[in-house]
């Protein structure tokens, strides 16, 4: 076929820059929408939980969107890559745009956790799509100076996500946090369905992989519910460590079932593919460090210095901008130089270095002092939303873009689960060893000690006056012996969360230090100025 012809068959290249942009604009709108949802709702889930009386399922509120966002991404990457961006995309969208109106009307907790399941079938390809879709406009050299918007658009919906999610839970209800997501999802899926061209591979229903896709969702479920019950429970228990050795041996059992499928869910010749491998692996642990610092900092900041849950929210501001800025910036560096290598690496070095001022966190750490820690951390992790994502799409054939895109970003989640579950262990091992030689050492009674422990009677992290809480949970004949020792315990609890929580970083410096090795053994490729690949580099394995 001659190059006008092809030209002429390919409907990609028929689009004009402009509609190219409004579709990168409906992605981008597209994923805002996904993942602001997860910080709104957030802020609004004890009052859902409280409207609705779901006090024994509030951990399902949150587990069921995490279950089946994580599990359906790969395998919409893959039924991307056989019926076309366009008809998953839109289903996607859609089902998100519905079950989200059926979440705002749930007048049960059932309701509201089948609809918040659904809500995650929807959401987990918009990610991977997106960035597919990215792929699909642009050549890779072209590519970095959008992909970086990904990140930035991250960055936002996190910054303005627990203050608006305050505001409409205030103003207008919690259900409204759900209904709003309708008009603004109606823009992206209109512009979806009049721009976005439609391409299937012929007999693509014969490919699907419908045993690996089930032994998938069977390999996953069980594994992240092990986490997730890690919160609460010990890893000996059957309900934690029982389930994620049950997803372990299922996941096993994947990868052979994947080793010999005509037409896998998820490929494994593309972890022969170096830079695919690498990435793939840095990002994994890259998460570590940033979802750690996202979920544990706005703790201090309510616990320790008094913060309402919105304020703490805007203390992540500068973060937030850091990675705002050098998510863009990092694109557009490597769209110029075509060189990533060494970006990535000082990333992730500034990522280590960056938790490593986070270990010195204390209850009278300087507000602005620990800014500028914050500003490094998000300036290390800025660029891996970019250039992994990159490097991966550059070193894999188009035939493949959205299932190798996919796989980045469900490893990308899975190293954020695997890392919140690590760092919440060490905090509450450091708590636990920390908390009662600091309150002796205040005056505390060694009887009076273990109250404050485990099971204890005093909720010490909780919001609000600490010492108000304390005394009112104080037997009334006692409180007049347990008044005067109010500023010493208030003072060692504090002492205590902080450092329980500075220790969680190390975890995260050492994910991230692996990361920067990783990277060292990148081969630096040249960023392709068009979408098919040489011959000769499609076939190399490295």
Same mark, same amino acid.
């Given at each position: 076929?001659?190059?006008?012809?092809?030209?002429?068959?390919?409907?990609?290249?028929?689009?004009?820059?402009?509609?190219?942009?409004?579709?990168?604009g409906a992605i981008l709108l597209a994923m805002f929408l996904f993942a602001l949802d997860q910080t709104v709702v957030g802020t609004a889930l004890p009052v859902i939980i409280t409207d609705l009386h779901g006090d024994k399922l509030?951990?399902?509120?949150?587990?069921?969107?995490?279950?089946?966002?994580?599990?359906?991404?790969?395998?919409?990457?893959?039924?991307?890559?056989?019926?076309?961006?366009?008809?998953?995309?839109?289903?996607?969208?859609?089902?998100?745009?519905?079950?989200?109106?059926?979440?705002?009307?749930?007048?049960?907790?059932?309701?509201?956790?089948?609809?918040?399941?659904?809500?995650?079938?929807?959401?987990?390809?918009?990610?991977?799509?997106?960035?597919?879709?990215?792929?699909?406009?642009?050549?890779?050299?072209?590519?970095?100076?959008?992909? +970086?918007? !990904? *990140? &930035?658009?991250?960055? #936002?919906?996190?910054?303005?996500?627990?203050?608006? =999610?305050?505001?409409? $839970?205030?103003?207008?209800?919690?259900?409204?946090?759900?209904?709003?997501?309708?008009?603004?999802?109606?823009?992206?899926?209109?512009?979806?369905?009049?721009?976005?061209?439609?391409?299937?591979?012929?007999?693509?229903?014969?490919?699907?992989?419908?045993?690996?896709?089930?032994?998938?969702?069977?390999?996953?479920?069980?594994?992240?519910?092990?986490?997730?019950?890690?919160?609460?429970?010990?890893?000996?228990?059957?309900?934690?460590?029982?389930?994620?050795?049950?997803?372990?041996?299922?996941?096993?059992?994947?990868?052979?079932?994947?080793?010999?499928?005509?037409?896998?869910?998820?490929?494994?010749?593309?972890?022969?593919?170096?830079?695919?491998?690498?990435?793939?692996?840095?990002?994994?642990?890259?998460?570590? +460090?940033? !979802? *750690? &610092?996202?979920?544990? #900092?706005?703790?201090?900041?309510?616990?320790?210095? =008094?913060?309402?849950? $919105?304020?703490?929210?805007?203390?992540?501001?500068?973060?937030?901008?850091?990675?705002?800025?050098?998510?863009?910036?990092?694109?557009?560096?490597?769209?110029r130089t075509h060189h990533y290598k060494a970006l990535i690496f000082v990333g992730m070095l500034l990522l280590a270095g960056g938790l490593y001022l986070l270990t010195n966190l204390r209850a009278d750490t300087n507000r602005q002092?620990?800014?500028?820690?914050?500003?490094?951390?998000?300036?290390?992790?800025?660029?891996?939303?970019?250039?992994?994502?990159?490097?991966?799409?550059?070193?894999?054939?188009?035939?493949?873009?959205?299932?190798?895109?996919?796989?980045?970003?469900?490893?990308?989640?899975?190293?954020?689960?695997?890392?919140?579950?690590?760092?919440?262990?060490?905090?509450?091992?450091?708590?636990?060893?920390?908390?009662?030689?600091?309150?002796?050492?205040?005056?505390?009674?060694?009887?009076?000690?273990?109250?404050?422990?485990?099971?204890?009677?005093?909720?010490?992290?909780?919001?609000?006056?600490?010492?108000?809480?304390?005394?009112?949970?104080?037997?009334?004949?006692?409180?007049?012996?347990?008044?005067?020792?109010?500023?010493?315990?208030?003072?060692?609890?504090?002492?205590?969360?902080?450092?329980?929580?500075?220790?969680?970083?190390?975890?995260?410096?050492?994910?991230?230090?692996?990361?920067?090795?990783?990277?060292?053994?990148?081969?630096?490729?040249?960023?392709?100025?068009?979408?098919?690949?040489?011959?000769?580099?499609?076939?190399?394995?490295?």
């Amino acid at each position: 076929m001659t190059a006008p012809a092809a030209l002429a068959d390919d409907p990609i290249a028929r689009l004009t820059p402009r509609q190219r942009l409004e579709i990168l604009g409906a992605i981008l709108l597209a994923m805002f929408l996904f993942a602001l949802d997860q910080t709104v709702v957030g802020t609004a889930l004890p009052v859902i939980i409280t409207d609705l009386h779901g006090d024994k399922l509030y951990t399902w509120a949150v587990t069921i969107y995490l279950l089946t966002s994580t599990i359906s991404g790969p395998i919409y990457g893959r039924l991307s890559d056989l019926f076309g961006r366009r008809p998953i995309f839109i289903w996607a969208v859609g089902l998100f745009l519905v079950s989200s109106v059926l979440a705002g009307l749930s007048s049960e907790m059932w309701q509201f956790i089948l609809f918040r399941g659904l809500q995650g079938l929807g959401g987990g390809a918009v990610f991977p799509l997106a960035l597919a879709v990215v792929a699909d406009l642009y050549t890779p050299a072209e590519r970095g100076k959008y992909l +970086g918007l !990904f *990140g &930035a658009v991250f960055g #936002l919906s996190s910054l303005l996500g627990p203050g608006l =999610g305050g505001i409409i $839970t205030d103003k207008f209800t919690w259900h409204w946090i759900f209904f709003i997501n309708v008009p603004i999802g109606l823009i992206s899926l209109v512009i979806l369905w009049r721009l976005l061209p439609a391409h299937r591979i012929p007999d693509a229903a014969r490919h699907i992989d419908y045993l690996g896709a089930a032994v998938f969702a069977a390999a996953i479920t069980p594994f992240l519910i092990g986490l997730t019950n890690k919160q609460t429970g010990a890893w000996t228990d059957p309900s934690v460590g029982g389930l994620i050795l049950l997803g372990l041996v299922l996941a096993g059992v994947f990868i052979w079932i994947e080793s010999r499928a005509h037409d896998a869910i998820v490929r494994l010749e593309l972890f022969r593919i170096r830079a695919f491998t690498i990435s793939v692996a840095a990002m994994f642990l890259a998460a570590f +460090g940033f !979802f *750690g &610092a996202i979920i544990f #900092l706005p703790r201090w900041f309510q616990v320790v210095a =008094g913060a309402s849950a $919105t304020e703490s929210g805007y203390n992540l501001l500068p973060l937030l901008v850091a990675l705002i800025l050098s998510a863009t910036l990092s694109g557009q560096i490597v769209a110029r130089t075509h060189h990533y290598k060494a970006l990535i690496f000082v990333g992730m070095l500034l990522l280590a270095g960056g938790l490593y001022l986070l270990t010195n966190l204390r209850a009278d750490t300087n507000r602005q002092v620990l800014w500028a820690w914050m500003v490094v951390v998000g300036l290390g992790i800025g660029p891996s939303f970019a250039v992994f994502t990159l490097v991966v799409q550059n070193s894999v054939k188009p035939a493949v873009i959205g299932v190798a895109t996919s796989s980045l970003t469900f490893f990308q989640q899975i190293g954020g689960t695997i890392g919140l579950t690590l760092a919440g262990t060490a905090l509450a091992d450091k708590l636990t060893s920390e908390l009662p030689a600091r309150l002796v050492a205040a005056g505390v009674p060694a009887p009076f000690v273990s109250q404050f422990q485990g099971g204890g009677q005093f909720d010490i992290t909780g919001t609000g006056d600490l010492g108000a809480r304390i005394l009112a949970a104080t037997p009334e004949a006692f409180r007049p012996q347990v008044q005067p020792l109010i500023p010493g315990i208030v003072s060692a609890v504090h002492d205590s969360i902080s450092i329980a929580i500075a220790s969680t970083f190390w975890v995260s410096i050492v994910a991230a230090l692996v990361a920067a090795f990783a990277v060292l053994f990148l081969r630096e490729a040249p960023m392709r100025a068009t979408f098919e690949m040489d011959p000769e580099a499609a076939a190399a394995p490295g």
